[in-house]
């Protein structure tokens, strides 16, 4: 518990727990756009996915080296989650027309927030943590990062979910046969994109391309709200000098044993 008895520390682990669950986002259904609303293939929603990918690495990478020159993450890592925040929101825009050109440019965005987030809360967390606890606080913040993106996958999941079956009836009215508007909006939508370029009906098609799109807009803007969250949380993550100076530490039961003679 002494991991989260200072409030910079549980700030730090909200804001990694937000970018683990909003960085899984973006990276796993954003291909499910592509696929259903362009009618991209499993191989070009991959193409497709590289600007915010390759802009994530590099903005991590650049972060990194700031970082380790002027001593600063807190900046980077308010900034990082506004950028996120930003690029997330407009993913709401997505529609079945929506130009490429676009697309990229809003990816860009969110990958460059997403980006700037990736090192800044470690370095939080372990810059106001006891020296004997970084090595705890290191594990629980990957824990709380996998835990953000297991959540993150079933609840954007339910969203998108719910929302295609309140479509289900504009489908069927737009003249999509009964039994494949149930499969289109039922428990497997996400799995039966490849269903919808088999509609030869233009009109048809396009309504079940808008439905996936709108269904979609439902989840961005859930994720949205969670990544607004973290940049609360950022507020509250202080800055720590970082010291250049190696401090060794030892650790095990005579340690503990030690320190605990010291405390009382």
Known sequence: MRLFGRRASVAAFAASFVHGFVFIAAEYYLPLYFQAAKLASPTRSGLLILPLVVSEALAAVATG???????????????GMALAVLGVAL?????????????????????LGIG???????????AVVAQRDVAAATAAMGFMKNLATSLSIVLGGVVFQNSMGLREPALREAG???????????????????????IEDAAQQLTVKEAFAWSMRNMWIMYACVAACGVVATLFVERSPLSKEHTETKTGLEKEEVQAVIDT
């Open 116 to 126: 700037l987030g990736f090192q800044p809360p470690v370095i939080a967390v372990q």
């Open 176 to 198: 999509v046969a009964a039994d494949l508007a149930s499969e289109l909006a039922g428990p497997d939508a996400a799995a039966n994109v490849e269903l919808i370029g088999t």
């Open 65 to 79: 080296v700031a970082i380790h020159r002027s001593g600063e993450y807190r900046v980077f890592l308010q900034a």
């Open 91 to 111: 993913f709401t825009l997505f529609r079945p027309d929506t130009p490429v050109a676009t697309i990229v440019g809003l990816e860009v965005l969110a990958g």
